[in-house]
C-alpha cells in the first residue's frame, strides 16, 4: 500500500480496479461500508444478516483486493506510469506534451 494514502482511500482505489472480479453482494456491501459510511448494523439491517456475517463479508472483500493487486499489480503500474510521464513532461516539446495528455486521458 502506498504511504501517503490512508487504507480507505487505498481499498477504493483498488475497488476500482478490480471490482469486475467481485460479486454483486460484495460490491454492494463494499459500497455501503466504503463510499456511503453505512454502519455494519445498518448493512446488516438492510441484507437482513448479522453485523458479524457483514464484517467477515468487509473483510473477504479487502482481502480479495489485496490479492488481485499483489498479483497484477494495476495500481502500482499505474502510479509508475504517472510518475513517468510526470518526469517526461521536463524533457518534451509541445507535441510530445499532447501525446502525454492523449495517454493520460486513456487512463
Known amino acids: 500500500m502506498s ?3 490512508d487504507k480507505k482511500a487505498y481499498y477504493a482505489i ?18 455501503c461500508y466504503y463510499n456511503e459510511d453505512y454502519s455494519l448494523a445498518e448493512i ?3 441484507f437482513n444478516i448479522s453485523r458479524n456475517a457483514v464484517w467477515d463479508a468487509l473483510k ?3 482481502s480479495l483486493l489485496e490479492n488481485y493487486e499483489e498479483k497484477l499489480r494495476l495500481y502500482d503500474k499505474d502510479q509508475k506510469l504517472n510518475q513517468y510521464l510526470d518526469d517526461l513532461k521536463k524533457h518534451v516539446d509541445a507535441e510530445g506534451l499532447k501525446i502525454i495528455d492523449n495517454i493520460e ?3
Do not use: H, R, S
Not at 483498488?14 to 459500497?31: A, S
Open 105 to 107: 486521458e486513456m487512463e
Open 60 to 62: 473477504k472483500v479487502v
Open 14 to 31: 483498488l475497488f476500482e480496479y478490480y471490482k469486475e472480479l467481485l460479486t454483486d453482494k460484495q460490491i454492494e456491501t463494499f459500497i
Open 3 to 5: 504511504e501517503n494514502i
Open 44 to 46: 446488516a439491517e438492510e
